[in-house]
């Protein structure tokens, strides 16, 4: 019934053998296609708009291309593929022009150092398992990128929850404080170990959750309260966090502190529930540094007490101090290179309200410090407001300043016709202004250095509390003389210029940290959408006040807007009176 000639067999099966081979080795050509730009690889696969993890994707193909072609021994091809990666994807995409414009320099200069290490890695002949961890880590580093700039809201390691010894005290009852759970488990309020505090912590936000989930959104709320304002600041967890590891870090806990409240007040459990355990993360992260102790609690060798404790206590003043520096610095050099050829007494009579006002703002310092302490509102939201409202003053007055002196950039040439205009009533204003903003300055940062330095002074290490201070102060005179000695000495017009930038930015960044404080005040919410989110924190972003969210940003670029404006009317203004000057 069925055909048995040997060759009706034969040629279809020649013919489906060889068609299978040619669909075999066809996908295998197509999937091993491969394109040296992104140029050449969009236009193959049709794209026409993209997100940088596009870009990543195919720079991510490639590299593990190269990765293969140097297992394979042709470590020639494994080169050119990541000279490619580098010039003709990372380059000409413009991602690398992205990270530099929206990142910070550190993050593009990681990956610049990533490529450096996997091409030395290919040239010196390294296995291929070393190139393949180069691979790796140049991958994650522009994946991080990519997320950042396309506002992808990277996952975090939660740290998983375990029972301790705070879990029993808490079972039995709620303590909302250090001082009340220290008494309880019969410890001192003296911190040995910072991860006792995380232990409370923990339990705090345990708390936190469990209302949350009954609903209790106010409960949960007052939980996340009590974890700032009860631990993180009155044990001095706040202090250590921002001079043992960074300034920018304490503010990235902070507005986490801040994210979490946000989510309990919307009442949504899920995000609540989210931003909660990536605040005990932190915390428990945070605490293994300052212990000197790995995840699984063994010593690395990182860490001493008492080098921590001179660490905290000189960056947390030189932090503070060089704020206040950088303003009253600028402000005694225009003081001194406006008085012209006058007498040394006259020069020295002319700074005085200077030095005054910045006298007046360390014994202001002391003062409110200690009302605080003796009102009960140190370490609470109250602190936070007073800081918040004190760096919006300064704001006004910095941004006045700012404007007034670049309004004489020109005075050299035309300082007889504003000799002409201004009167004496407007020199004596004039004084009372940069008097005030002195004040201001050294007010807002001594305020925050004293309430910062007091739970240091009640632990141990007293010796390095005070070596660390020292060091600190003599470093602030050094710099305050730099600035004063360099600023002097620079060109009437740039000088003028250089000053009326300054505080230009110094108001900028107050207004950008007085927000902040009132977000952890809860006068302000937050929100931190994918198109702020992206905004890392380093020092240099902490120092100029920026942070990822908008009640933060939004205001710092209208302020920006307007300080441009005001620059390029007074410019403009200037250069009409020097030609009425050079015509009279």
Known sequence: MFCTDRNTIKYPFIFSMALALVLVFGSAACASTYYSSWKDYSEANNITSYTWNDVMDAM????????????????????????????????????????????????????????????????????????????DVLIADLRLAANKLDGVEVEVDVIEETETEATALFNEKYYPTWAEYTAAAGMSEAVSKWNDVADAMSEVFRTAKARMADGDTEGAYNCINDGYYGYYETTGYERNTMGYISGARKSEVELQFSMAKTAAKDGDNDEFIKQTDILRTMIRTDANKLDGVDENGEATGTRSAGMA?????????????????????????????????????????????????????????????????????????????????????????LFWVSNWMVSKSETEAWDAYIKSKVGEAQEKGSSFALAFTAFLAVYREGAEVILFYQPLLSGDNMNMVWAGFIVGAICLVFIYIAITYMSVRLPLKPFFMAMSILMAVMSIAFLGSGIKELIEGDVIPMTSPPWVAWI?????????????????????????????????????????????????
């Open 60 to 135: 991510e193909e490639n590299l593990n291309a190269a990765a293969d072609d140097y297992a394979a021994g042709d470590s020639s091809a494994a080169l050119s593929k990541v000279s490619d990666v580098k010039n003709s994807y990372w380059g000409t995409s413009g991602m690398k022009v992205e990270m530099q414009q929206k990142l910070t320099g550190s993050s593009k200069r990681a990956v610049e150092a990533d490529f450096k290490n996997l091409n030395h890695s290919i040239q010196n002949g390294d296995s291929s398992d070393d190139v393949a961890t180069n691979v």
């Open 309 to 397: 404790t001179f660490i905290a206590c000189f960056s947390i003043l030189l932090r503070e101090g060089i704020e206040a520096i950088l303003v009253v610095g600028a402000i005694i050099a225009y003081m001194i290179k406006t008085a012209g050829s006058v007498s040394e007494e006259e020069k020295k009579k002319r700074v005085r309200p200077v030095y005054a006002g910045a006298v007046l703002g360390i014994l202001l310092s002391f003062v409110s410090a200690w009302l605080l302490n003796q009102l009960k509102l140190a370490n609470s939201a109250s602190q936070e407001v007073i800081e918040g409202v004190t760096a919006l003053i300064a704001v006004v007055v």
């Open 536 to 584: 890392p924190s380093n020092s240099l972003l902490e120092l100029l006040g920026i942070y990822p969210c908008v009640q933060t940003i939004v205001p710092q670029i209208i302020l920006t807007i307007i300080t441009i404006a005001t620059f390029v009317y007074w410019i403009r203004r200037n250069n009409q009176l020097k030609k009425q000057a050079a015509s009279a």
